[in-house]
């Protein structure tokens, strides 16, 4: 049952860092289930438009709306908008001072007004579904990559937010690592998580995204299932970008 | 480049921005207006006050006071300078000291730490006298008995405590990772201290360190308890003369105005820095 309003739709996004135009008019929407995976070289505005998204960058131009609200308008709360959005970054992020718990539960606790007893019941929960409950004690710094970028996923799931963002959230760990981070989005996406990530990982776009985007130069420069453009790209740009996985073994 | 063409809605969203940017100005200024009245009244309508003037805010002693006591202050601001510079010396010296590392150090580790244990303790005043007095008492052949050396000396060694205690929380802030990183380029301790520690310390620690510079620019004024004619014992020797407050007032004002040049310092290195190593974004 997916509603006839998408979760986000992005409009003519624009986005300027000085003299930089890093996205020039995106488009996209993103209907409620769907997993839809940005490709793109560095620099070609993935992170960017997922910053816009999160309104932890304001547009220069264009609309961008979250469950039919216009989230762009400075009237509206930004803290409000976050409330309902998870993000993952790519370097984590976890807060080094607190432990894998303590971060967790930290937005639910004080953003989201839980007891704590509730919280940490439901963090664990959480932890305990990704692999993680032993380590609930542990600093971040202490765990391996992989585990501290399923604690991050862990902490942006733990206010069950309408939309998850993932900044390619495997690009900081090596490939042995890479496996149960993937795996765990994977299991997102079967219950129904609506995701929208930039990644690196083409092989795993084509099996979990429900839709491909490829940005160049700050535009979406070709869209559809991954079927179409990972394997049938019609754009020439797209080619030479995918020509460069083919080569190295990764698609 | 010229300004590129917008929509319609990002021309209302700028609107609406400008507006509140407005809005946000206009009510600051009518809170401070505000504000600055009813301190202004309470203070101007309370009962004493033609006699609080009279003994604390006349101008013509404040006047006849200013020349005398701006030579005093050039007296505080030698010796603050002077201080200054000895002060970051030593504050560095002994901060890095307590970061060797090694059993051959462990003497001179404890020096330094025994040295910031005895004189962030020692309240200044005390040891102003202790060396002011003390120290010319020993009667020692080419001890300086000035007591603006004796007093400058003191000041020294008490900040350089503090600021010794700023410099080594610089040091520890700065990421494990770095040193690992200095050190595996081959870089020697010393190296990788000079060139790759102490430059991001000292650059995270330059708003406290500004901070203990306000300070001291006020506390130089404490040589006076020693007899040097710096602004407070002017503003003292014009006090005693005019039997009026106003000096200590006017000296207390120039004071202010020295330090606020290097508050704004403060606010604004903290804030390039915030601009040159932190990423952008709206938090």
Redesign the interface.
Known sequence: MSSPVPVLSCQ?VVKR?G?LEVLRGVNLEVAEHEVVVLIGASGSGKSTLL?CIN????V????IVLDGQDI????VN?DLVRRRIGVVFQAYNLFPHRTVLDNVTMAPRFVHRMTRPAAEQAAMTLLARIGLADKAREFPDRLSGGQQQRAAIARALAYHPRLLLLDEVTSALDPELVGEVLALIRDLKSQGMTIVMATHEMTFARQVADRVLFLHDGTVLESGPPEQVLEHPVEPRTRQFLARFIEGGRL | MSQPAVSAIERDRQAYRRAQARRSTAIAAISTVVFAGALFLAVTRSPGWPRVRQQFFNLEVAGDSLPRILEGLWLNIRVLVVAEVLILIVGLAVAVTRTLRGPIFVPLRALAAGYTDLFRGIPLIILLYLIGFGVPGLRLQGVPTSVVVLGTTAMVLTYSAYVAEVFRAGIDSVHPSQRAAARSLGLTYRQSMRLVVLPQAVRRVAPPLLNDFVALQKDVGLISVLGAVDAVRAAQIESAESFNFTPYVVAGLLFVALAIPTARAADWTAARLERRERAAGVL
Do not use: C
């Open positions: 003519q860092f003299e910053r309104l932890l960058e304001t220069d131009d264009g609309v762009t308008d400075p009237r930004r």
